[in-house]
């Protein structure tokens, strides 16, 4: 859950500086907030520019990346009703990571657009009953280019005498994009909060998609599509001695309407949820039935998706999966510690994944959506504790995840065991600082033509300092990241298929100073 960036009473205008030594990236954001009578308001600016990142073998071509985003905001408020309107834009271009790239060489790379606009409004009916909708629309357009004879990504200010920014009214003419997608997403979100009691509380809520994929390049990864969803709940939640409980259902229809075929996928389902509290833990117990309709992607998807490293194969005969999950939450309090256990055990008929293959396409791995019963289980274990020193506090946690098919093969992408040990010393009020050690275990329980990969360990630093300049707040922190230079590869990583590791050591210095 992201929250949106909070409006101020008070008239300010901040600074942010980053800069980080692996890809000699550098970042500029400054935002103004303010408000005046019912009226507040937010404007925040940010620009990326990242070189090259590299690995503790040497320099990756062609992993450099622009970026220019823009987010608003106005909000208007009085003692019953509210309106946030917000609007980002977000355009980024970015290198596609080559192995067999030339050093200097300009290889492939992508054009990035996300245009979003968000309008939530919130109504007090009277007696406690409260109306929420949110209305939405997202415009977003993505162009792959190959590669070029122009030397370096310096020139990619150069693009637009390229052609393909001539747009027609559509914002594409003829692209000179190998991929040129324009995918537009309206939605409706709606929900009405009902109290019936001290103790009951109902609310009802319908959310509504409309999704329109285009495609004006030379080649296609997905279809032109068109996809609309449409979803209705209840929610009950009920306050007890000692505890509370909710009780949920939902129904929801995906309908989908495309060059290569179409589908329609409905369901109803349901959960409950039971919290109890005793002296110094709580218990919480939830079981519930799960559904989640193919997308356009695992459905009808035929081409290179060159960001991940392969030729993706859909499959236009999924079904929709339905799930029945149980969960389970202890959590122990005592006056210096915390520890909580998280279990969950997930049953999923016609679970979707995708896999590889033995085969190549393009000179790129195979990859196929498939569709198997399968099951999901797994659990956390995070303990915290203030320590003797009063400054230094330890958090610690271990994950693990197990997936297998119903015939007892290994599901591809699973992460493997995860070992985090977090210690933070709050020296001053003023200054702060971490240590993170993080080990994860090697994934050798691996689907069939899934590669293995070995464990790892990583240690980073970081620190925090707030001071003040000319009397305003102004706050520097640095951080170290794989201090020691460790090649390694995680096992969800995307680069992997491409035989290129992660990020080697990254120092990065950053200030913020409020106006």
């Known amino acids: 859950y992201i929250e949106p960036e909070r409006y101020s009473s008070d008239f300010s205008v901040d600074y942010m500086g980053i800069y980080n030594s692996n890809y000699s990236g550098i970042t500029n954001n400054i935002g103004v907030k303010g408000s005046s009578n019912n009226f507040s308001y937010v404007l925040r600016g940010n620009m990326t520019d990242n070189q090259n990142f590299s690995t503790p073998g040497g320099e990756v071509e062609n992993t450099w990346l622009t970026e220019n985003d823009i987010q608003a905001g106005l909000k208007y408020q009085t003692e019953n009703f509210s309106s946030d309107l917000r609007l980002s834009t977000n355009i980024s ?35 406690d009953h409260n109306l929420e909708v949110t209305l939405g ?5 993505r162009k792959e280019f190959g590669g070029h004879e122009e030397e370096g990504h310096d020139d990619h200010d150069d693009h637009e005498e390229e052609g393909h920014d ?64 449409f979803g209705l709940y209840g929610l009950g939640q009920i306050t007890m001695e000692n505890g509370a409980a909710l009780i949920g259902i939902r129904y929801d229809s995906r309908s989908i309407t495309s060059e290569m075929g179409s589908a329609d996928f409905s369901n109803f389902n349901g959960s409950v949820g039971i919290k109890r509290n005793f002296d110094n833990s709580s218990l919480r117990i939830n079981l519930g039935s799960g559904y989640r309709a193919p997308s356009l992607i695992e459905l009808f998807a035929d081409g290179v998706h060159h960001g991940t490293f392969r030729y993706e ?9 339905t799930s029945f999950q149980t969960d389970m939450t202890l ?6 510690s915390n520890l909580s256990f998280d279990l969950f055990y997930n049953d999923i008929n016609d679970y979707i994944y995708v896999s590889p293959s033995s085969l190549n396409m393009d000179g790129y791995k195979v990859y196929n959506y498939m569709q198997q019963n399968a ?11 203030q320590t003797g020193i009063d400054w230094l506090t330890s958090h610690t946690s271990l994950e693990y995840i197990n997936g297998e098919t119903a015939d007892g093969d290994a599901l591809p992408f699973i992460a493997p065991l995860t070992f985090n040990q977090v210690l933070t010393a709050n020296i001053s009020s003023n200054y702060s600082f971490e240590i993170d050690f993080l080990a994860k275990a090697k994934q050798s329980r691996v689907s069939q033509f ?18 003040s300049f000319l009397d305003n707040d102004l706050n520097i922190f640095w951080s170290i990241d794989n201090v020691f230079d460790k090649e390694y590869m995680d096992h ?12 080697g050591r990254n120092i990065s210095v950053g200030l913020k100073y409020n106006f």
């Open 93 to 127: 271009e970015l290198g596609i990571p080559d192995p067999d790239i030339e050093q200097g060489q300009q290889g492939s790379y992508q054009e990035l657009s996300h245009t979003m606009l968000t309008w939530k409004n919130n109504v007090d009916l009277g007696n």
């Open 137 to 141: 629309r997202q415009v977003n357009d």
């Open 166 to 229: 001539d747009h027609d009214d559509h914002g594409h003419g003829e692209s000179d994009a190998e991929l040129d997608m324009e995918l537009i997403t309206n939605t409706l979100d709606m929900s009405l909060t009902m109290p019936q009691s001290d103790n009951f509380n109902l609310i009802i809520g319908s959310n509504i998609l409309s999704q329109e994929n285009k495609n004006f390049g030379h080649e296609e990864l997905i279809p032109d599509a068109e996809m609309n969803d």
């Open 313 to 321: 194969k859909g499959n236009a005969s999924l079904e929709a999966e």
């Open 331 to 336: 959590e122990i309090n005592n006056d210096d």
């Open 375 to 385: 099951t999901l289980w797994g659990g956390e274990i995070h303990y915290s504790k």
């Open 450 to 467: 899934e590669e293995e990969t070995d464990g790892y360990s990583l240690l980073n630093l970081s620190g925090n300092w707030k001071t």
């Open 492 to 503: 969800l990583s995307r680069l992997k298929t491409a035989g290129i590791h992660e990020m």
